[in-house]
């Protein structure tokens, strides 16, 4: 390799697909890439300070991750944790860069996750600040269980509201539907030569 040959390098490049605007972070420095500025520190949402290496997994679990972010300000760790960003899109890349220039070889780039946050979690103390965010993959919804759609009044009710179809499923009744109660004042025989109880009692009598 010549003397004159570019410098390159590896890095990190994270990429939150934020409603709104998109916030790009690198593992140092600055990378361009895809038309985009990835920074070491967002000024609004702060710095990677840790991730998990986003894992394949295996029968009934899908990939999944964590990112832990150094946010500056409470502001900012609340407004990551909003309802709302639940489900927003987290991907990355391993890419080789010029270290001179810091433009990003598109070409060598390769995607190591493609994810979605899932939850967030605050730690810190005095002067110490970090926001765990756990990420899932989509085919992780297809295991969720809605365990209120189901056929009950209530479910009902809210897709066909007023409709009371549903009212009395799963009632008890002590009478069943369709069987005549006995006439009273029945009694059962006792027992005999031809059998205990009533059971029996005048089906020979017919033949």
């Excluded at 190591?112 to 899932?136: H, N």
């Excluded at 759609?149 to 009212?167: I, M, P, Q, R, Y």
Aim: hydrophobic share 40%.
């Amino acid at each position: 390799m010549s003397f004159d040959a570019p410098k390159l390098m590896l890095a990190q490049l994270i990429r939150f697909d934020l409603p709104g605007r998109a916030l790009t972070l690198c593992d140092g420095g600055f990378v361009w890439f895809g038309g985009e500025k990835y920074v070491s520190a967002d000024a609004e949402y702060g710095a990677v300070a840790g991730a998990d290496a986003a894992e394949e997994r295996a029968g009934d679990e899908a990939p999944g991750g964590s990112i832990v972010i150094a946010p500056p300000s409470a502001t900012a760790a609340a407004d990551l944790s909003r309802p709302e960003r639940q489900g927003v899109g987290v991907r990355s890349w391993l890419v080789r860069i010029d270290e001179a220039t810091g433009i990003a070889d598109e070409a060598s780039a390769e995607m190591t996750a493609d994810l979605m946050i899932d939850t967030t979690a605050l730690k810190g103390g005095r002067g110490y600040r970090r926001l765990e965010i756990g990420l899932m993959a989509v085919a992780e919804r297809l295991f969720l269980i809605n365990q209120g759609n189901v056929l009950s009044a209530t479910h009902h009710k809210s897709v066909w509201a007023g409709e009371g179809g549903f009212d009395h499923a799963g009632s008890s009744f002590t009478v069943a539907w369709g069987a005549p109660s006995p006439p009273r004042g029945t009694v059962a025989g006792g027992s005999g030569s031809r059998g205990g109880g009533g059971f029996g009692n005048g089906i020979a009598d017919r033949f």
